[in-house]
């Protein structure tokens, strides 16, 4: 039977607290990790959104642009039918 002795708690105490030093660093670091790369996907995410918010305002926009032009011309018709009797 192995006898406790406080050289033998002392090196058990220490050998636990590596192990436990060590488990926690590769925990910490895995969780970086997986940080890392959530932000990495997050980023292309929102940038590939944001390029599509922007063409879908182009046109939006175009196309109020070719109305306004289309009801300006409608009006300047009839505005001219109307001015002619």
């Known amino acids: ?9 002392t090196e058990d105490t220490l050998k636990m607290n590596q192990l436990a030093l060590k ?11 997986t940080a890392e790369n ?7 995410r929102l940038k590939s959104s944001f390029n599509f918010a922007a063409k879908q305002q182009d ?3 175009n196309n109020l642009e070719k ?13 001219d039918f109307f001015s002619k009797n």
């Open 1 to 9: 039977m192995k006898t406790i002795s406080k050289i033998n708690h």
């Open 23 to 33: 488990a926690t660093e590769k925990v910490f670091l895995k969780a970086i990790d």
């Open 38 to 44: 959530l932000q990495e996907i997050t980023s292309k």
């Open 59 to 61: 046109r939006f926009f």
């Open 67 to 79: 109305r306004k032009e289309m009801i300006w011309a409608n009006l300047n018709k009839t505005l």
